[in-house]
């Protein structure tokens, strides 16, 4: 492999490092690794910056590196590669880069299952899939769960002390250390929780998947007091009913739901796929967001992303109005009923853009609960109603589309 462009990153990142020195640390911003004589140091705000700016490149440059190591593995080889070539007086060569990245690359991948504890829901059963994803009911399975990971029976305590739920929801992840398997999970678990905040669309909070953002019960406490007298009061901010994961509404055939969990961990998605997603998450954090001007930014959001044809644009009138016709030749077939989504989504980008410039400063549950259903609709439609799940691209909806308008 030709590593010319990395051999000159190193050789940069090298030239601009300390060694052995200490960072004042309240006065400028700065990169530490090791300490004493040993130390490697990025100080003031321009290092700083390109040392971040180059690893990241550096990082970026190989694929199977990058897909099957964290970065901060990454960032520890370079560094004793740079000590090195300090101590030795030189400059980094190709041969040393290639030393990084075949060493790297020596070490076959693993396949790992990542486990989490999951809150918010019941299982009867010992265990239910959605998509890729296992959610294992720890009283029935943990036996099971020792016999096909032994290391977890032997460390028994250590692992399992601190669990609070009797949930776990588990993940398998290819990788060739644990530190990148615990990335590549993360992600993929962070779209399940808001595709199932998605699924269930609870806007009254009660019902709500637990795995990075949980909030159970909860309530606010004011103290009132003056110069003679004191007391208090209580709210309660959130109710929480635990939801029946086995309920079959959560893979319903009809509204799509059977398939969009096999697409959060889909390799090689289609472009129209990548938005599906995307959206349904937007509307998921939408669902979870208890600030109404907040959450009706994070539907709309959800809708730009799915619809939005020039990618990056700037909204202008006419991209608005064509958002408004698509949702609306999407959701419905009946004349009238396509004249009243396009009115319900322009009222709705109406107030997004009257908060955005400070024109309006509240929004009504109704408006929520009209962004919840149109673009939740449109989510539906791209699932289950054809031909538009039938798509891969942008370019065969929006053909599509003109071709309803002018029949």
Not at 100 to 121: A, H, Q
Not at 359 to 374: H, P, Q, R, T, Y
Request: proline content about 2%.
């Amino acid at each position: 492999m030709k590593l010319q462009k990395e051999t000159d990153i190193i050789n940069q990142l090298l030239s601009i490092a300390d060694f052995g020195v200490a960072p004042e640390r309240d006065k400028e911003p700065y990169r530490l690794f090791g300490l004493g004589e040993h130390s490697v140091v990025f100080k003031g705000l321009d290092n700083y910056t390109l040392y971040q700016n180059q690893i990241e490149e550096l990082f970026s440059s190989n694929k199977e590196v990058n897909s099957s190591y964290s970065l901060k593995t990454f960032e520890n080889k370079i560094i004793e590669l740079i000590r090195l070539l300090f101590k030795e007086k030189r400059k980094a060569t190709i041969t040393d880069s290639e030393s990084i990245f075949n060493d790297l690359l020596s070490t076959e991948l693993s396949n790992f299952e990542v486990f989490n504890e999951l809150f918010g829901g019941t299982l009867k059963s010992a265990e239910i899939q959605f998509g890729d994803f296992t959610v294992y009911n720890l009283a029935l399975t943990k036996l099971d769960l020792f016999k096909k990971y032994p290391p977890l029976c032997k460390h028994e305590n250590l692992y399992f002390d601190y669990i609070k739920s009797n949930l776990l929801i588990g993940i398998n992840v290819k990788a060739r250390e644990q530190n990148k398997a615990n990335e590549i999970a993360d992600i993929y678990l962070r779209s399940f929780e808001n595709i199932m905040s998605y699924v269930l669309a609870d806007l009254s909070h009660n019902s709500t998947i637990g795995l990075f953002n949980f909030v159970g019960h909860r309530t606010r406490k004011a103290i009132i007091c003056n110069e003679k007298t004191i007391g208090s009061h209580s709210d309660t901010l959130s109710m929480f009913i635990e939801f029946d994961l086995e309920d079959p509404y959560l893979k319903n055939t009809e509204n799509g739901n059977d398939i969009i969990w096999s697409l959060i961990t889909k390799s090689n998605k289609t472009e129209i796929e990548k938005r599906l997603i995307n959206s349904s998450e937007w509307i998921g954090k939408a669902i979870n967001e208890k600030d109404y001007p907040k959450s009706l930014f994070q539907f709309v959001i959800a809708i730009e992303g799915m619809l939005q044809h020039t990618e990056r644009a700037f909204v202008t009138p006419s991209i608005v109005s064509q958002l408004s016709d698509w949702l609306a030749f999407i959701i419905e077939d009946d004349l009238e009923e396509r004249k009243s989504i396009s009115k319900y989504f322009k009222d709705i980008y109406q107030k997004r853009s009257a908060i955005a410039h400070g024109g309006v400063k509240s929004i009504e549950k109704e408006d929520i609960d009209i962004a919840l259903m149109i673009s939740k609709l449109m989510i539906i439609c791209f699932l289950t109603k054809p031909p538009f799940n039938t798509f891969n691209n942008i370019e065969q909806l929006s053909t599509h589309i003109t071709e309803l308008k002018f029949r």
